[in-house]
């Protein structure tokens, strides 16, 4: 199984990244170039990325599961700022640069919201956007399957499809399916083979370049995005490890992307990352209800 989670990059770049995934017993991960919130970026250490390289290679980490996923602060579907909807693209093909040259060449990417905007119109900003964005890039852009809150788009799988149908390179183009945000959006994930067959009639199997595994705080069509702990949301343990391990999916890469667990320890809030004990329960097939205890213990002298 290919599995990963979301792993820092702020530390020895590329290669803390790979080290903090092996850490957590990852076989794949993901990560921000830099903070996605903000446009402040470190310069790329050579000698960084060949550490990392040569890292993955001892411990079986494909660059080919490797993602990046795009930051936060790009708005493709909204250009009624023109300045700012430039400066999305600029800056969205200035991080891609930077994964190209780390070796990386996928990318996680919200469509966008449409804002005060309709869905058309947001949507064909999207495509526009997009066009110029992989303009002679030798690259994979994952459009990921959003919650539905705010003017989100790409709630749907038909909005989803109108802009992989639209785009002019449509083999530089991927969907990645959030297992939290297609239950917020609606989607009964408890009956996951007919959603699978709903993606392939619109879409397609082939076009599913990630999945993000992650379980839910929230009721079906709640849209509302806020991520929990594998079994201990309302997707529920079962329903989550029928799609690690369903057949159609077997060469897709799942990454985590659950919340840090919160402990106070000699009067000291931390928090502590989950990923390593819910990769265990994962490969074990089991869900083990101390999952926070355990992670509580593993860290509490770290």
């Given at each position: 199984?290919?599995?990963?989670?979301?792993?820092?990059?702020?530390?020895?770049?590329?290669?803390?990244?790979?080290?903090?995934?092996?850490?957590?017993?990852?076989?794949?991960?993901?990560?921000?170039?830099?903070?996605?919130?903000?446009?402040?970026?470190?310069?790329?250490?050579?000698?960084?990325?060949?550490?990392?390289h040569e890292f993955m290679k001892t411990h079986q980490i494909s660059l080919e599961h490797v993602i990046c996923h795009a930051p936060y602060i790009i708005n493709l579907a909204n250009k009624t700022n023109l300045d700012k909807w430039n400066f999305s693209i600029t800056f969205l093909r200035q991080e891609i640069l930077r994964c190209l040259k780390m070796g990386v060449k996928k990318m996680v990417l919200h469509p966008g919201s449409a804002l005060?905007?309709?869905?058309?119109?947001?949507?064909?900003?999207?495509?526009?956007?997009?066009?110029?964005?992989?303009?002679?890039?030798?690259?994979?852009?994952?459009?990921?399957?959003?919650?539905?809150?705010?003017?989100?788009?790409?709630?749907?799988?038909?909005?989803?499809?109108?802009?992989?149908?639209?785009?002019?390179?449509?083999?530089?183009?991927?969907?990645?399916?959030?297992?939290?945000?297609?239950?917020?959006?609606?989607?009964?994930?408890?009956?996951?083979?007919?959603?699978?067959?709903?993606?392939?009639?619109?879409?397609?199997?082939?076009?599913?370049?990630?999945?993000?595994?992650?379980?839910?705080?929230?009721?079906?069509?709640?849209?509302?995005?806020?991520?929990?702990?594998?079994?201990?949301?309302?997707?529920?343990?079962?329903?989550?490890?029928?799609?690690?391990?369903?057949?159609?999916?077997?060469?897709?890469?799942?990454?985590?992307?659950?919340?840090?667990?919160?402990?106070?320890?000699?009067?000291?809030?931390?928090?502590?990352?989950?990923?390593?004990?819910?990769?265990?329960?994962?490969?074990?097939?089991?869900?083990?209800?101390?999952?926070?205890?355990?992670?509580?213990?593993?860290?509490?002298?770290?």
């Amino acid at each position: 199984m290919i599995l990963g989670c979301h792993v820092s990059f702020s530390e020895n770049g590329l290669y803390g990244s790979a080290k903090s995934a092996h850490e957590y017993l990852a076989n794949a991960f993901m990560f921000y170039t830099g903070a996605p919130q903000n446009t402040i970026r470190k310069s790329l250490k050579e000698e960084d990325i060949l550490n990392a390289h040569e890292f993955m290679k001892t411990h079986q980490i494909s660059l080919e599961h490797v993602i990046c996923h795009a930051p936060y602060i790009i708005n493709l579907a909204n250009k009624t700022n023109l300045d700012k909807w430039n400066f999305s693209i600029t800056f969205l093909r200035q991080e891609i640069l930077r994964c190209l040259k780390m070796g990386v060449k996928k990318m996680v990417l919200h469509p966008g919201s449409a804002l005060a905007l309709s869905r058309f119109e947001a949507l064909d900003n999207i495509v526009e956007a997009l066009n110029q964005v992989m303009d002679g890039l030798d690259f994979t852009l994952l459009l990921e399957t959003m919650a539905g809150k705010g003017s989100e788009c790409g709630c749907t799988l038909e909005e989803v499809k109108y802009i992989l149908d639209s785009v002019l390179e449509k083999n530089k183009f991927q969907v990645c399916i959030d297992t939290c945000h297609l239950n917020d959006a609606g989607y009964d994930l408890n009956d996951f083979d007919s959603f699978l067959d709903l993606f392939d009639q619109l879409i397609g199997i082939s076009k599913i370049g990630c999945v993000h595994l992650n379980d839910s705080k929230n009721v079906l069509a709640s849209h509302k995005d806020r991520h929990e702990n594998l079994g201990f949301g309302t997707i529920s343990f079962e329903t989550l490890l029928k799609i690690c391990y369903h057949e159609k999916l077997k060469e897709v890469p799942k990454i985590l992307e659950t919340p840090f667990v919160g402990y106070s320890i000699n009067d000291k809030k931390r928090i502590y990352p989950p990923y390593r004990f819910e990769i265990e329960m994962i490969r074990k097939r089991q869900f083990d209800p101390d999952l926070y205890i355990k992670i509580r213990e593993y860290y509490k002298n770290a």
